[in-house]
């Protein structure tokens, strides 16, 4: 073999060590997925608020996002814990059907950005964690631009990766005790 070909070679290997997305066709769909998801605006909390545990802060100026990190088969997430139950942490019905939903139910609201204004309504996602996978059914948004209101139960705006779901869901995925309340996932449309 010749230097110059030797040479190429080596050019190549470099290029394809250091730029992998070029021979791979994903440049673009890899550069999308590097995009982080910005603050869109702000949110300030009534000075006087309603008092819970989970409640708007009086005077607090809470993040609002108008988007949610790009869907892969392996979103990063965090998973929450949501009462869909009428008087439950949930507020209002469900957006996607008008109704309340038993804790008992495989169920889970998703922050606006993936919501997708309905589009994943009724529909499956898998969540997978400590080693195991539930599907959930969407049916609601997890608001990240509103918040500190009754209709969102004096909650702040959700964050913009947020996948709230039922006790059924943590259950079915094997996490209980401490580990409830923010726990990392990740998630894919099934």
Not at 27 to 48: I, Y
Not at 76 to 97: R, V, Y
């Amino acid at each position: 073999m010749s230097t110059t070909s030797l040479l190429v070679l080596a050019v190549a290997g470099l290029l394809l060590v250091t730029f992998p997305s070029l021979c791979s066709g994903r440049a673009a769909h890899d550069h999308h997925q590097g995009e982080k998801c910005k603050p869109s605006g702000t949110l300030e909390s009534p000075a006087r608020g309603h008092t819970c545990d989970e409640c708007c802060k009086p005077g607090h100026i809470y993040p609002t996002y108008q988007c949610s990190p790009p869907v892969s088969t392996h979103t990063k997430a965090i998973m929450t814990l949501n009462d869909f139950s009428e008087g439950g942490d949930g507020g209002d019905p469900s957006e996607c059907d008008g109704k309340y939903h038993k804790n008992s139910e495989r169920v889970v609201a998703l922050s606006t950005g993936w919501y997708a204004k309905g589009k994943r309504c009724g529909k499956n996602i898998r969540i997978h964690a400590k080693g195991r996978s539930v599907l959930a059914k969407v049916v609601d948004e997890c608001d990240t631009l509103h918040g500190c209101d009754k209709p969102h139960a004096f909650q702040p705006p959700c964050p913009h990766n947020d996948v709230d779901a039922s006790q059924a869901v943590w259950d079915a995925l094997g996490i209980t005790g401490d580990d409830v309340g923010d726990f990392p996932i990740t998630w894919s449309d099934a």
